[in-house]
C-alpha cells in the first residue's frame, strides 16, 4: 500500500473501524486466557453524544485496548438503559405535537409509541461511539428492557419481597411535579436560592383582650404580639401557599418567648381555619420566631409531627403541582402563582408582619432541572436498605474494592452509613411494571413473576379469584432498578446461575464512571454484586471529573459552551479528539477542556506520519553499524524499557493522562527530536546517504513498539501506520500484537542516566552556536576542561553537536564559550567566527548587570536583621546567589580579558 503524503483522519477511520469489525476483532468468548472486562455505563436511549460520554468511553476503550495488547481476553459489554422518565417525557411530547395526551391512550398503546421511540432513537449514541474508536464487543449490545434483562429485574423484585426486604406502604416523598411521579432521594438536586422569609400573622383565637397579664408574662421572657384586631404569633415561612394544609402550629416547650400560647388555638391566615398549638422539642427555638406551622402533608418533617400528635393531614396539591379541591381558596392554580398571589393577599389583608431575603436550599428534579420537587404523602414501594449498606461497606473500606481517587470511600462511606430505604416505584407507563397483583377491593395483592403464577397464589387465599378479578400494579419501577443489576444480568446471571460466561467474566476488571452517580448507581451495583453473586460487581472504579469549560462552567446546552464532540472528530481526527480529552483529565478531578489540546492531538498525529515517512524514505545499505547508531539503538531500547515500566505503573494507578504524556514525550522529545536524529544519514553533495541495515531494522523495531505504546490512545492511526511497517496477513491487526518488554536493569539506567549528560552537552554546543550567530553547517571543536567521562559517546556528540574534534585541554581556548554538565567544564572556541568588539560589549552589558544584581544581594545579607531573623534556609539561598553571582562575573571578567588580548 502507497502512504498518502498527509494524514487523513477521515479516510483512515472509517476504513479500519470497518475492518475490525469484519473481523471481530472486538469479540470475546471464554477461553484460558485472563479475562478483562469492561461493561458500559448505560447511556440513555434519549441521549446523543457528549463531552462526558467522550470523556468516559475513550478511557474505557484506552483500557480495553491495552488489556488486548497485555494478551488479556478483553471483553467490553455495550448497552443502553430505557431511562423511564426521560423517555417518556420525549414519548408525551412527541405525543402532544400530534395532539394525543397520553392519558387519552391505553397503556398498551402508549408503550408501543414509546417502543417505536426507543427502536428510533436508541440507538444513535452506540452508533456515535464507533465514531470514536470504541472496542466494544457489538453483538453482545444489551438493553435493560430487553428480554433478559426485564426477566432478570422481575426475578430479582420477586425474590426481594420474599425476602421481606421490599414493602408497601404510605410515606412521604420527593414528588416531581412535571413527571408526575415519585423520586427517590438520591435524585433530588439542592440548589441555593435567593428567596424570601414571610412573616404571617396567626391570630390567636381563644384570648379575649385584656385577658393577660403582659407585663408578668413579658417579665418571664415571653413575646407577644398585639394589634387592633387582637392577640397573633408570626409564623415565619419560605412557602406560604401551603398555609392552607396547616392543621396545627408548634412550639418548643422550653421556648420562653412562647409559653403564652401553650394550650390555646390560632387562626390560619386567610383559610381562618382554627387550629391548635403543638408542642414539640423538634421546633428550633432560635429559626424565625420559634412558631412552626405544622402541614403535614406537605412536608418530611411536619409529617412527622403529624403522626406524633395526631393532626389532620390535608393535601392541598394535585400531582401536577396546581391547588387541590381540599384547599377552600387558589384552586386549580400553579403552586409558584399561588405564591406570589397569595403573598400579595396577605399584605393586603394586613396579615403580613414582614418579608425579608433569605437564602434557602431547594430541591429539583435530577431529570427535570427546572422543576421543584414537592413532598408529597403517597402509596410507594420501598427497599429496605439496611441489609445492602452492610454487605456494601466492607469491602470498599477493607479496601478489596479500589476506588481511584481514593478520595471518594469516604463520600461513599457517609451516604452508607445514613441510608435511607429507596423509593422503587415510579407513576410511570415506559419501564418495568411492578409485578404485583391486586385480587380483590380491599387491595390484597400477590407478588409473583408471572400473571398465571400471581393466580395460583391468589387462589390459594380466596379460591373464588378468577384471572379477571387480578388487576396489575400500575407503576413502573425505579430506572435504577434494572441499572442497579447490569454487571449480573449482561451475564444472564440471574436467569441461569453460575453460567459459563459469569463465572468467567465476573467480577469484571473496572467500573470507569462519573462521581455523581456514585450513590445512584456504583453503590447499588456494589449491593446486588454481593446480594447475588456473592462477589464485588468491579475489582475498581475510576471516578471521572465533570468536562468543565476553559473557564472552568460546566458544558451545557443552555450554556451553550458544549461543543459537539461529532463536529470535533470531523474537524480533528478521532485519535486527535481522543488525546486532546485525555491531556486534560486527571482522574477525579474536573476536566478544564480546551478545543486546543484537539489541534495539539492532531498535530501529534501529523508529527508521527512524517516521522514514520521519514524512516520508510531511507536507503538501506548492507554497511557496517557506525559508533553512533549503536549507541543510539543501546540507548533507545533502554528508555523503551524504561518508559514502558513508567507507563505501566501509571495504568496500574489509573493515572491515564500522565501514563500519556509518558508515551508522548518519549515519541515526541526522546524518538523524533533525539534518536532520529543520531541515527539519520548524512548528506553529501546534496546527496542522501545510505543507513545500515541493521540500525534501519532496529529504528522499525522502534517504531512498532511506540506504535503498540500509542494504540490504546490513538487506535487508527497507529493501525494504519503498523499495517504499512511490515507485510501483514489480512484480519491481523496491532490490537491483537503484543506489547511486552522486560523491565529496565541496573545498566538501562546507568546509560539513561548518562545519555541525559550527553544531551546537555549537544544542547550546550548548540546554544553556543545560537549565542554566536555560527551556522548549523560550520563544524566546531568541543573543549573538555581537565577530564573526560563521555569518550565512549564521542562519536554521537561529534555528530549531533557537527564537531571536527573533541580535546582534552587544561586551559580553554581564550576565545571559547562554555558551559557546565553537572561538575564538568566544557567550551567551543570560536575563534575569528565572531565578531570580538560586538562579543565584548556584550559581555560587558551582562557583567554590568550581575554587578548591580550582586551589590544588592551583598546590601540584603549586610542588614544583621535580615540575617537574624529571616528563616535559615532563605538565608542560605541569598547566599548561594552571592557565590553563583562572584563566579559568573569572574569567568565573565576573563572571557572579557581574553577577548581584548587577541
Known amino acids: 500500500m502507497e502512504l498518502a503524503s498527509k494524514y487523513d483522519p477521515k479516510e483512515v477511520e472509517s476504513k479500519w473501524y470497518q475492518y475490525w469489525l469484519d473481523h471481530k476483532l472486538f469479540a470475546s468468548k471464554p477461553d484460558g486466557r485472563e479475562p ?139 414528588w416531581d411535579p412535571k413527571a408526575l411521579t415519585a423520586l427517590s432521594t438520591e435524585e433530588v438536586i439542592y440548589r441555593e436560592e435567593q428567596s424570601h422569609l414571610f412573616h404571617l400573622k396567626y391570630y390567636v383565637a381563644d384570648i379575649e383582650d385584656g385577658s393577660l397579664n403582659i407585663e408578668q408574662l413579658q417579665a418571664e421572657g415571653n413575646v407577644i404580639h398585639k394589634d387592633a384586631k387582637g392577640y397573633y404569633a408570626v409564623v415565619a415561612t419560605t412557602r406560604p401557599e401551603t398555609i392552607m394544609g396547616d392543621t396545627a402550629m408548634c412550639i418548643n416547650p422550653k421556648d420562653p418567648k412562647n409559653q403564652w400560647l401553650k394550650g390555646h388555638k390560632v387562626t390560619v391566615p386567610l383559610v381562618n381555619r382554627v387550629i391548635p398549638v403543638i408542642e414539640d422539642r423538634y421546633v428550633d427555638i432560635e429559626f424565625g420566631t420559634g412558631c412552626l406551622k405544622v402541614t403535614p402533608a406537605h412536608d418530611t418533617n411536619d409529617y412527622m409531627l403529624g403522626k406524633t400528635h395526631n393532626l389532620e393531614t390535608i393535601d392541598i396539591f394535585n400531582p401536577d403541582g396546581t391547588i387541590s379541591e381540599q384547599s377552600p381558596i387558589y384552586v386549580g392554580m400553579d403552586r409558584m402563582d399561588c405564591r406570589k398571589q397569595i403573598s400579595k393577599d396577605l399584605q393586603e389583608a394586613g396579615l403580613m408582619e414582614k418579608v425579608e431575603d433569605y437564602i434557602n436550599k431547594v430541591g429539583y428534579s435530577e431529570r427535570n432541572p427546572d422543576t421543584a420537587i414537592e413532598p408529597r404523602l ?164 475510576y471516578f471521572t471529573g465533570i468536562v468543565r469549560d476553559k473557564l472552568g462552567r460546566k458544558m ?84 523503551l524499557r524504561q518508559t514502558n515500566a513508567e507507563v505501566d505503573d501509571l495504568f496500574k494507578k489509573y493515572r491515564i493522562s500522565e501514563a500519556l504524556m509518558a508515551v508522548y514525550k518519549l515519541f515526541w522529545d526522546e524518538f523524533s527530536s533525539w534518536y532520529l536524529e543520531m541515527v539519520k544519514p548524512a548528506y553529501i553533495n546534496g546527496e542522501p546517504q545510505p543507513i545500515d541495515q541493521l540500525t534501519y531494522d532496529k529504528t522499525l523495531e522502534f517504531f512498532e513498539t511506540l506504535l503498540k505504546m500509542l494504540h490504546p490512545f490513538m487506535p487508527f492511526i497507529t493501525e494504519e501506520l503498523w499495517q504499512h511497517l511490515y507485510d501483514r496477513q489480512n484480519g491481523e491487526s496491532i490490537m491483537r500484537d503484543s506489547l511486552k518488554l522486560p523491565a529496565p536493569t541496573d545498566a538501562d539506567e546507568k546509560l539513561i542516566a548518562q545519555m541525559e549528560n550527553v544531551k546537555q552537552i549537544i544542547s550546550g554546543v548548540r546554544m553556543v552556536r545560537n549565542q554566536k550567530n555560527i551556522a548549523p553547517k560550520e563544524q566546531l571543536e568541543l573543549q573538555v576542561i581537565n577530564q573526560n567521562d563521555y569518550e565512549d559517546f564521542y562519536p554521537t556528540i561529534i555528530k549531533m553537536a557537527n564537531l571536527s574534534f573533541i580535546n582534552i585541554v587544561v586551559e580553554k581556548d581564550p576565545t571559547a564559550s562554555s558551559f557546565m554538565v553537572g561538575t564538568d567544564e566544557f567550551a567551543v572556541p570560536v575563534g575569528d567566527m565572531i565578531d570580538v568588539e560586538a562579543e565584548i560589549a556584550k559581555m560587558e552589558a551582562q557583567l554590568q548587570h550581575l554587578e548591580g544584581f550582586l551589590a544588592g544581594v551583598k546590601k540584603k545579607l549586610s542588614n544583621e536583621r535580615f540575617v537574624a531573623n529571616a528563616p535559615e534556609a532563605v538565608v542560605a539561598l541569598e547566599r548561594k546567589k552571592q557565590s553563583d553571582s562572584e563566579e559568573k562575573i569572574a569567568a565573565l571578567k576573563e572571557s572579557i580579558a581574553a577577548l581584548k588580548n587577541k
Open 36 to 174: 478483562y472486562t469492561i461493561v458500559i455505563p448505560p447511556p440513555n436511549v434519549t441521549g446523543v453524544l457528549h463531552m462526558g460520554h467522550m470523556l468516559n468511553n475513550t478511557i474505557q476503550d484506552i483500557l480495553v485496548r491495552r488489556a488486548r495488547m497485555e494478551g488479556k481476553n478483553a471483553l467490553w459489554v455495550p448497552g443502553t438503559d430505557h431511562a423511564s422518565i426521560a423517555t417518556e417525557a420525549k414519548v408525551v411530547k412527541k405525543l402532544a405535537e400530534q395532539g394525543i395526551k397520553k392519558h387519552d391512550l391505553t397503556r398498551d398503546q402508549f408503550l408501543e409509541h414509546a417502543w417505536d421511540w426507543t427502536h428510533e432513537h436508541g440507538g444513535i449514541i452506540l452508533k456515535q461511539l464507533r465514531r470514536l474508536g470504541a472496542s466494544c464487543d457489538w453483538d453482545r449490545t444489551a438493553f435493560t428492557m430487553d428480554e433478559t434483562r426485564s426477566k432478570s429485574v422481575i426475578k430479582v423484585f420477586v425474590d426481594l419481597y420474599n425476602k421481606g426486604l421490599i414493602y408497601r406502604g404510605l410515606r412521604m416523598v420527593n
Open 378 to 541: 403517597s402509596m410507594q414501594w420501598f427497599l429496605s436498605m439496611k441489609h445492602f449498606a452492610d454487605i456494601a461497606l466492607p469491602p470498599v473500606l477493607n479496601d478489596e474494592l479500589k476506588f481511584y481517587p481514593q478520595k471518594y470511600v469516604n463520600t461513599y462511606k457517609n451516604w452508607l452509613e445514613n441510608i435511607q430505604d429507596w423509593c422503587i416505584s415510579r407513576q410511570l407507563w415506559w419501564g418495568h411494571r411492578i409485578p404485583a397483583y391486586y385480587y380483590n377491593e380491599e387491595g390484597d395483592f400477590v407478588v409473583a413473576e408471572t400473571r398465571e403464577q400471581a393466580l395460583k397464589m391468589a387462589q390459594q387465599k380466596d379460591p373464588k379469584v378468577t384471572d379477571g378479578d387480578l388487576r396489575q400494579e400500575e407503576d413502573a419501577l425505579d430506572t435504577w432498578f434494572s441499572s442497579w443489576l447490569w454487571p449480573v444480568s449482561l451475564f444472564d446471571a440471574i436467569n441461569n446461575p453460575g453460567n459459563e460466561e459469569i463465572k468467567y467474566y465476573y467480577p469484571t476488571s473496572v467500573l470507569v464512571t462519573g462521581p455523581d452517580i456514585i450513590f445512584f448507581w456504583v453503590a447499588r451495583m456494589i449491593m446486588a454484586g454481593y446480594e447475588y453473586i456473592g462477589d464485588m460487581p468491579f475489582r475498581s472504579v
Open 556 to 639: 451545557s446546552k443552555s450554556l451553550g459552551n458544549s461543543p459537539d464532540p461529532i463536529e470535533l472528530i470531523e474537524k480533528f481526527g478521532a485519535d486527535g479528539v481522543r488525546m486532546g480529552m485525555m491531556l486534560s483529565a486527571p482522574a477525579g478531578n474536573d476536566i478544564l477542556f480546551d478545543e486546543a489540546l484537539c489541534e495539539q492531538g492532531r498535530n501529534f498525529n501529523n508529527k508521527i506520519w512524517n516521522a514514520f515517512r521519514l524512516v520508510k524514505g531511507w536507503k538501506v545499505a548492507d554497511i557496517e553499524q557506525s559508533e553512533a547508531g549503536k549507541t543510539a539503538t543501546s540507548w533507545f531500547e533502554a528508555k
